[in-house]
Each structure stands twice: as C-alpha cells, then as structure tokens.
C-alpha cells in the first residue's frame, strides 16, 4: 500500500471534522517547523535554498514519519480543541497575570461598546439615508455584544456569549445547559448547519492557536536575521485573519442557535414530558424552573420538577 492509500485510509477512517479541525492544522504546523529548521536557522543564517535541498532529499520513510508525526500530534491535540476556541474567547483562569489581562481585555471591549452606542445615537438624530444606514450597522454590531456586566475580554467571546442571551435566555432558558438536550430533537437541516458552523469555528479558532505557536517559535529562531522577520509577521497577519473568519462563523453559529430554540424549544419540553405553556408569560417561569433543574449536577440540591405531562 502507498503513501497516498494510507492517507486516504487515514482520512476515511478519521472523518472530516478531525482533517479538518485536527489534522490539517497539524501538518501545517509540522511542514513550518520542518522548513523553519532546515533552513539552516538558529545556528546559521536561514537559506531557502537548504530548505529546498532538504525537502529533495525526503524520501518514503521520512514523509511517512512526517505523516506519522503529524497525525499523532492531531490526535493528542483533539482532546484539547474546546480548550482552544475557550482560549480564544477569553477563559484565561484565575491566576493574577491572567485577570489582569481580562481586566484589561474587557476595558477595551467596554470602550468599543461604547463607540457603538455613541455612534448609534448620533445616526439617530441624523435624518439622511446615510445616517439610517449607519444605526442599523452599529445596532447589528452592538448585538454581537452582550451586557457590560457579561463582557469578555475578547472579541469572539462576546459574540458566542451574546448568542447564548439571545437564544434560550430569552425565554427562560439556560442556553448552556439545555441545547445539548435540545440537539437531539431539532430538525436533520438545522442540526446539519450547526455542525458544520461549529466545524468552521474550530477549524479557524485551530489555524489561528497554530499560526501562533508558529508565530513565537520563528520570532525566536528568526530574531538575529533581519528580513527573515517577515516569516513571523507574515504567521501573524494569517493568524488574524484566521480569527476573523472564526469571528464570522461564531455570527452564523449564534443564529443558528437562535433559530433552534425558536423552531424546537417546545419539542424539548415535549420530550422532557413538560406540559406546554399557554401563555409567554408562564413558558418564561417554567423554563426557569426547568434550567434550574437541569443546571445542577447534585441531586441532593437539585430543584424537583413537580409534575410530568405523558400524554
């Protein structure tokens, strides 16, 4: 069997979200540290042209090993995947140097929001199209934020948070805690595009932790060599770009969370065996009671739900 059946083997076996989300980073990851090191660099000045005289010299074990290397470390790494798209939206722990970043993070986001505001308030007042245009792109940005009091230090940590006020708070609730309930009752459609624009937000928030990590080992290896520090600047720039396309599935992922709970809240309380509220007022109250019982992991404190609905 060749390299190339084993891959595809590989690939099947493994589905597309782990190439996607796990692997493919990986190998980038691999490959640069490759090129970055046969270059000739720490020791000796970088060379394209050792990087190119290694790559010719690789044969069948060495790219095997490379694959290898690649896909063990995509596999090591998976476990670590919610850790990283946490990182990116700002859970940073609880250590001093790590609340002072958030403190300063979020002081940032606060001042943003505020623009926002301002900005929105000022088109208000304003009475020509072009001022109406710009309070409805202010007010679609102010949306992506949640309240002052439930800021991240982060960008794409607002905009996951916002959705989850939006989506089950709004009724009652607990996005958090009922969505992985309500998952297995929405509709094939609806459960496909979440999929997939959680796949796109893992797979972005993965490129932009390994451009990176890409990023401080060439500043490291490349510091002596003048021009050379275009390689790191340019791992940076596509860092950034790979958090924005994380940022702009994170919009459509939120959506789409508030269209499950739009179209399947009910669904869930029917198959909780809830008896469906006749009014908004009332859903809101029960739902309440209903996240607060599916919030606590002890029995022993959990609220009881009082009565079940089986027909």
Known sequence: MNLDAIGNAASKALGLRFNLVSLLPSWLLVLF??????????????????????????AGPQIAIVFLGALVA????????????????????????????????????????ATLRADRWK??????????????QSAERQRLYPVEADLLPTQLGNILRSAERRAGERYGLATVSTFPRLYPVMSERLTTAVDDFTAQVDAAAQLCMTLGVATIVSVVVLLPYDF?????????????????????????????????????????????????PPDPVKERVSNA?????????????????????HS
């Open 228 to 276: 050379w520090l275009l390689v790191p600047t340019a791992t940076a720039i596509l860092a950034w770009f790979a958090y924005r396309g994380a940022m702009a599935s994170a919009v459509y992922l939120g959506r789409l969370y508030e269209t499950a709970f739009d179209l399947h809240r009910f669904d869930l309380l029917v198959a909780l065996h809830q008896k469906l």
């Open 123 to 136: 088109a208000r007042i304003g009475k020509e199209s072009s001022h109406r245009l710009l309070q409805q």
């Open 289 to 309: 009671a209903l996240s607060q019982f599916l919030k606590h992991s002890d029995a022993s404190t959990a609220p009881c739900i009082k009565r079940y609905d």
């Open 33 to 58: 540290f490759v090129a970055l090191f046969s270059s000739g660099a720490p020791s000796d000045r970088p060379s394209i042209g050792n990087t190119l005289a290694a790559a010719g010299k690789l």
């Open 74 to 113: 995509a596999v090591l790494l998976q476990p670590f995947q919610i850790r990283s798209v946490q990182l990116l939206e700002g859970y940073w722990g609880t250590s001093l140097i790590a609340n002072r970043a958030r403190d300063i993070g979020v002081e940032l986001q606060c001042r943003r929001l």
